[in-house]
């Protein structure tokens, strides 16, 4: 039965994913891969894998949908949102192919592991906090956290880059234009309180339950999206020092913690165990500041207040 | 009996759904379209909603699914409307 | 043929069909959406490997959830580029590829 509905799932994820690689039109295949999002995200949740669902659902669907359709609206403005079409590639599709086999043929001679994590499990009670997941992210293997919100703030630095002169001083993101008191802004008004409450319940419950810093993050980024579209909160500019602090917060926290480790057991990065649950409790509120901070900004996109040229 | 009363349901709630996009392939235009899947999509998503709260252990969860659907009602309701508008701007404009 | 094997194959087939889009598709942003495709397979490839055994293991699933939010950062850049690209060249859309390879001899010829 459980296989049944796997099968009908990965069917339901192929099938969509078809739709959005082969069928016509850019805006077709940017919706397709929306509804991909969220199939995949109930995959995740049938692997066992829930904190990853929420990752997904959240960001690969959510986020990533509002940043290709604000991508296809800029680019409409444009005149460039055409697609045209592409005939049968045949070489491409041998390529597709082949990878695709070499990876199911990788599956089938991938040695089993040994049952995992039995180091993990030895390491569980040291870690401070009872889900596993923040676990490894916070503090087993912070090293690829902290790179992480780093890369994050790197990528933002690099999309503001692409601002033009002109627009330089303006606000993040196209101009909104929601009619005050319409159904956009009434919407904008009652989801915040929900989603605010859901962002920060995710973040706290992470520690031990699942959620957190990333998943919290982006639900409280999309809250803050939510309500600039409904013309609520005005975007800021690049230049707000406040948001700056907020922007940075979460890698200067990690690496004064990272620091602090260093001092108290004598390596970088390295929680003692007494420490550790507020230590990473302080390090993911941080981290969800910046984190929400700077998703929202790179959905927002670079500040385009000029019409188009 | 709370099995019986989840399976029959969520059938109903499926009939809903089956029904709303049979409306969503058949309607002629994005209105009627529009109207297909938010009435027969949030019914079905609260019969089916209504079916698993049977199931729920604790009262917490019940409470959850009823937000979830409370937030999908809202969420189609407000996205349907942007939708509607965007429509008739652009029948306007041509 | 257990679920992990079907998601597995799910996910190798979703990198074959991302990197088919990649290649073939013409629109740029397209092609940003094929490769977050091919991103996407491979994290379900790597959860159902990581899954095997005694349940999901947390390590794995701690790399695919930074990986899901590089992933986003980096669509994120790409798709700014799309636009500076669509703005400065006035098109979003790759030329369509000669027939046949013109030979660099007679350009430098002439």
């Not at chain 1, 919100?149 to 999309?159: H, R």
């Not at chain 2, 058949?26 to 529009?34: S, Y």
């Not at chain 3, 990198?15 to 598709?25: S, T």
Request: glycine share 12%; charged share 15%; proline share 5%.
């Amino acid at each position: 039965m459980s296989l049944a509905l796997d099968l009908a799932l990965c069917a339901l994820i192929l099938g969509v994913a078809l739709a959005t690689v082969a069928g016509s039109g850019l805006f077709r295949a940017i919706v397709f891969f929306i509804v991909y999002g969220l199939l995949v995200a109930v995959g995740w949740v049938r692997l066992g894998a829930i904190d990853v669902a929420l990752a997904e659902a959240a960001i690969g669907a959510g986020l990533t949908g509002v940043l290709l359709l604000a991508a296809h609206g800029r680019l409409r403005r444009l005149g460039t949102a055409r697609d045209a079409s592409h005939g049968a590639h045949l070489l491409s599709a041998l390529a597709g192919a082949a990878l695709a086999a070499a990876l199911a043929w990788a599956w089938f001679v991938l040695p089993l592991p040994e049952r995992p994590g039995p180091e993990l499990a030895a390491a569980m009670p040291r870690a401070g906090v009872e889900n596993p997941v923040t676990a490894v992210l916070l503090n087993f293997r912070a090293w690829d956290t902290l790179l992480e919100s780093i890369v994050l703030l790197a990528a933002l630095i690099g999309l503001w880059m692409l601002t033009r002169e002109r627009d330089w001083s303006g606000r993040l993101g196209l101009p909104q234009h929601s009619r005050a008191g319409g159904v956009l802004a009434s919407f904008g008004r009652v989801l915040p309180p929900v989603g605010l409450l859901i962002g920060v319940w995710l973040v706290w419950a992470g520690a031990d339950r699942h959620g957190g810093a990333f998943q919290g993050g982006t639900v409280l980024a999309a809250v803050g999206l939510v309500a600039a579209m409904a013309g609520l909160v005005r975007p800021p500019r690049i230049g707000a020092r406040l948001w700056h602090v907020a922007l940075m917060i979460g890698p200067a926290v990690f690496v004064l913690a990272g620091l602090a480790g260093a001092i108290l057991a004598g390596e970088f990065l390295t929680l003692p165990p007494p420490i550790a649950k507020p230590a990473i409790l302080t390090i993911e509120i941080a981290l969800t500041a910046s984190i929400a901070a700077t998703l929202a900004f790179l959905v927002l996109g670079p500040p385009e207040e000029g019409r188009a040229p | 009996m709370a099995d019986l009363a989840t399976i029959a349901l969520t059938a109903a709630g499926l009939f809903f759904f089956v029904a709303g996009t049979v409306g969503l392939i058949r309607f002629p235009d994005t209105f009627t379209r529009l109207h297909a899947l938010t009435k027969a999509d949030n019914l079905g998503l609260g019969f089916i909603a209504l079916g698993i709260a049977l199931q729920a252990e604790t009262w917490a969860q019940v409470a959850r699914l009823g937000l979830i659907w409370a937030l999908a009602l809202l969420a189609a309701g407000a996205m349907a409307q942007l939708v509607a508008r965007t429509a008739l701007e652009r029948e306007d404009a041509e | 043929m257990t679920g992990l094997t079907v998601f597995a194959l799910t996910g190798a087939a979703l990198v074959g069909l991302g990197f088919y889009g990649l290649l073939a598709a013409r629109h740029l942003l397209r092609r940003v959406v094929a490769f977050n495709l091919i991103g996407s397979g491979l994290f379900l490839f790597f959860g159902a490997a990581g899954a095997r055994g005694v349940g999901p293991d947390p390590v794995p699933q701690a790399l695919i959830i930074t990986g899901i939010v590089v992933a986003l950062s980096a669509t994120a850049l790409a798709v700014g580029l799309v636009v500076v690209h669509a703005r400065a060249a006035g098109h979003a859309v790759l030329p369509e590829e000669p027939e046949e390879p013109e030979e660099p001899k007679d350009e430098g010829a002439t």
